[in-house]
């Protein structure tokens, strides 16, 4: 239940296209959405983040949509491009035992070509 | 500048060997944690720490150690007993474990030879 299932695990966009990753998970416990990016050889950047009070959060080319119903939320990139290269994890957070307990999906591995 | 800074950045060692992982943090942070990355994984907790002298097992702690004795440091020990311990080990931070984001270091590659 504490699962977040991620997909694609690769996906190849052209540059100016739109890059779309998306997750689900089962426990409706969880109340904190992040989306890290990370680069080779790097560690994951906190790049988007929403509460599940929110159906939508926008930052730059950068959208979060989430359906609370569904249980699913997805990372939309916009106009991608070749420097947006990355890995994108989701993930999913819950308080419990004093702490708040993030579950991370499994990575998508995004390669934008000019 | 602030952040998390995590060395070596690639160590190796031999087989029944323990081997101790160092980060350190200038972000002021109460909270850090430790987590292993292994390819087509998410990240996986090892442990974590609320507080200084403080800490407690995530969810792949068998084989691994760790201290907290100073607020900015929190050395991860592998020991010979974690049986695969190949992997990237990633140390992060946050203000307090309630905290939703968490800071990143670079990161550490341990190979076993």
């Known amino acids: 239940q504490q699962q977040v299932k991620q997909s694609p695990q690769s996906l190849i966009v052209q540059k100016g296209g739109i890059s779309i990753i998306n997750c689900a998970y089962e426990n409706t416990a969880f109340d904190y959405f992040p989306w890290y990016q990370q680069f080779p050889g790097k560690g994951p950047a906190l790049l988007i983040a929403?509460?599940?009070?929110?159906s939508e959060k926008k930052e730059g080319r950068f959208t979060i949509s989430f359906n609370k119903s569904a249980k699913q939320f997805s990372l939309h990139i916009m106009d991608s491009q070749p420097g947006d290269s990355a890995t994108y994890f989701c993930?999913?957070?819950?308080?419990?035992?004093?702490?708040?307990?993030?579950?991370f999906g499994t990575g998508t591995k995004l390669q934008v070509i000019p | 500048d602030g952040g998390i800074t995590q060395s070596p950045k690639y160590l190796f060692r031999k087989e029944g060997q323990n081997v101790t992982l160092s980060c350190e943090q200038n972000l002021n942070h109460d909270a850090m944690y430790w987590y292993r990355q292994d390819p087509g994984q998410g990240l996986r907790l090892i442990y974590y720490?609320?507080?200084?002298?403080?800490?407690q097992k995530g969810d792949i702690a068998e084989g691994y150690s760790v201290s907290r004795e100073k607020k900015e440091s929190f050395p991860l020990t592998v020991t010979s007993a974690q049986k695969n311990p190949t992997a990237f080990y990633l140390c992060a931070s946050s203000r307090t474990v309630m905290n939703t984001e968490a800071f990143f270091g670079q990161g550490t590659r341990l190979t076993v030879v």
């Open positions: 929403i509460r599940p009070d929110v």
């Open positions: 720490s609320q507080i200084v002298n403080d800490f």
């Open positions: 993930a999913a957070s819950v308080s419990t035992g004093g702490y708040q307990k993030v579950t």
